[in-house]
C-alpha cells in the first residue's frame, strides 16, 4: 500500500487552511492543518510531515518562528511559506529562513500544486502523489 505525502497545513485563518487542505487533498496528499505555530511544533513531535506550508502573518508566533524553530532540528522537512502581504522584506526573510518558496494570497490550485511539488522533489522525496 502506498503511503501518500504527509503536508502539515499551518494558518490561524481557518478557511484558509480548509481551502489549502482540501486542494492538497485533491492533488493526492494528506494534510493535516493547524490554527499556531506552537501546535505545528507539537504535531510535527507527534507524526511528523515531508513538507510544512505555513502562513507568514500570524498572531503570536507567525512563520518566520516556525521556519527558524525548523531549522533547529536534525531532519527538518522542507517548507513553504503563504502570504496575503506585498511586504518583500518578509518573504526574503522566510527564503533565508529555509522556506523553498513563497506563494501569495490568493493562489491557484495549479500554482499550489506546482510548488508543493517542486519543494518536495528538490529535497529528493519520491514524488507518491501527484
Known amino acids: 500500500m502506498d503511503r501518500r505525502i504527509r503536508v502539515l497545513v499551518v494558518d490561524d485563518d481557518l478557511s484558509c487552511r480548509v481551502l489549502a487542505s482540501l486542494l492538497l487533498e485533491r492533488a493526492g496528499y494528506s494534510p493535516t492543518a493547524v490554527g499556531s505555530v506552537a501546535r505545528a511544533l507539537e504535531r510535527l513531535d507527534e507524526s511528523g510531515a515531508e513538507l510544512v506550508l505555513t502562513d507568514l502573518c500570524m498572531p503570536g508566533r507567525d512563520g518566520l518562528d516556525l521556519l527558524a524553530s525548523l531549522r533547529e532540528r536534525e531532519s527538518p522537512p522542507?517548507?513553504?511559506?503563504?502570504?496575503?502581504?506585498?511586504?518583500?522584506?518578509?518573504?526574503?526573510?522566510?527564503?533565508?529562513?529555509?522556506?523553498?518558496?513563497?506563494?501569495?494570497?490568493?493562489?491557484?490550485?495549479?500554482?499550489?500544486?506546482?510548488?508543493?511539488?517542486?519543494?518536495?522533489?528538490?529535497?529528493?522525496?519520491?514524488?507518491?502523489?501527484?
Open 78 to 130: 522542507p517548507a513553504l511559506v503563504m502570504t496575503g502581504t506585498s511586504e518583500e522584506a518578509l518573504a526574503g526573510r522566510a527564503i533565508e529562513l529555509g522556506a523553498r518558496g513563497v506563494l501569495r494570497k490568493p493562489f491557484s490550485p495549479e500554482l499550489l500544486r506546482a510548488t508543493v511539488r517542486r519543494a518536495l522533489a528538490e529535497t529528493l522525496v519520491p514524488l507518491a502523489a501527484a
